[in-house]
C-alpha cells in the first residue's frame, strides 16, 4: 500500500505519480515557486555576466613571458650595457693615445680591466704597456717574435700558449696573457724593474729604459 501524505489544503493524498500528489508537489509543495526564483536568478546573472565581462584566461603559478609581450630589442636580448666609469676611463685613454675605432676602444678597455681586477694589476698600467708595445694594434708582430695586442714573445711563451690553446691574435687572451705575466713580473721584482723584465731585459739597457719611460709616460697621463 502506497504511503498517505497529508496537507492542510488537500487533505489525505496517496503519494506517487498521481495527478492529485504532482499538483500537490507543483502548489502546495512550493516545486513552482522554487522553480520560478531559479529561473530569475538565473536571468539576473546573465545580466550581471553580460554588462561586467571577466577575463577567461588562466593564471599560472609560475607564467612565462611572451616575446610578443615586450618590445623586440628586448625580447633578442639587445640590453643596454651598464657603464662601467674604469672601462670608460681606459677607453677615454685609449682615445687619447692611439688611433682606434670606438667599437675596438670599448673592446680593448674592457678586456683590460677585466683581466686587470683578474690578476690584480692597474688597469692603467695594462693599458699604458699595450699602447707602448703594439699602438693598441691586435694584430701588431715585431721583429723578434713578439705577437699582438701585448706583443707575448713567442720564442719565449710559445709553448705554455700552445698548451693552454691561447689565441694571441684575440684582444682578450692576448691581454690575459700579458696581464698574467707582467703581475707575476711585478711580484717578484716590483713594479718598475718587472716592467723591464716584461720587455724582455734581464738587465736594464739604454733601449728598454727608454721603453719604461714611454710606459711610464702614459701611465702619468691617464
Not at 515557486?33 to 593564471?59: C, E, G, H, N, Q
Not at 699604458?128 to 703594439?134: D, G, Y
Request: hydrophobic share 40%.
Amino acid at each position: 500500500m502506497r504511503p498517505i501524505a497529508f496537507c492542510d489544503r488537500c487533505r489525505g493524498i496517496e503519494v506517487g505519480w498521481n495527478r492529485k500528489y504532482l499538483k500537490h508537489g507543483l502548489v502546495c509543495g512550493g516545486w513552482l515557486a522554487k522553480s520560478l526564483r531559479m529561473l530569475t536568478y538565473t536571468a539576473a546573472t546573465a545580466i550581471v555576466i553580460s554588462t561586467f565581462p571577466t577575463t577567461s584566461a588562466v593564471v599560472e603559478s609560475n607564467p612565462t613571458l611572451s616575446t610578443d609581450a615586450v618590445p623586440a630589442s628586448l625580447a633578442e636580448g639587445d640590453l643596454a650595457p651598464i657603464p662601467d666609469p674604469v672601462v670608460n676611463a681606459i677607453e677615454e685613454h685609449l682615445r687619447r693615445h692611439a688611433r682606434v675605432s670606438q667599437d675596438e676602444r670599448f673592446r680593448i678597455a674592457r678586456a683590460v680591466v677585466t683581466s686587470a681586477k683578474k690578476h690584480d694589476v692597474d688597469p692603467f698600467l695594462v693599458a699604458s704597456v699595450l699602447l707602448a708595445e703594439s699602438s693598441a694594434n691586435p694584430f701588431a708582430i715585431s721583429a723578434k717574435g713578439a705577437v699582438g695586442i701585448m706583443q707575448i714573445h713567442v720564442p719565449t711563451w710559445g709553448a705554455l700558449v700552445d698548451s693552454e690553446q691561447i689565441n694571441l691574435f684575440r684582444v682578450e687572451d692576448n691581454v690575459d696573457f700579458g696581464t698574467r705575466i707582467l703581475k707575476d713580473y711585478i711580484s717578484r721584482h716590483g713594479l718598475w724593474t718587472g716592467l723591464t723584465r716584461y720587455l724582455g731585459a734581464s738587465e736594464p739597457t739604454d733601449e728598454t729604459q727608454a721603453h719604461v719611460k714611454r710606459i711610464q709616460g702614459l701611465y702619468a697621463d691617464r
